[in-house]
């Protein structure tokens, strides 16, 4: 897993993390003041590097490295215990 953390660019891991807390390329450009196309062509590098073919699994493995970790809305978090029944 270590081969991971070492094979990414400072901005390529920046981008990987924006994408694991669901940003669009549009929020994540703006967010690190680059372009759209640079963000794609960043996306493009990490998913050749970790030979993956959706940014799904770019997010998937940031949070598996900790890199991100998810947030959910307490009043979802409600709704879904009441759908599983868990008390």
Known sequence: MEEHQVDLTPMERKVAIQIAKGKTNAEIADHLFISQRRVGQLISSIKRKWQVHSRVLIGM??????WATLAIH???????EKKVHVR
């Open 61 to 66: 493995m940031a949070l598996h490295l900790g």
């Open 74 to 80: 307490p009043r979802t978090v409600e709704v879904l």
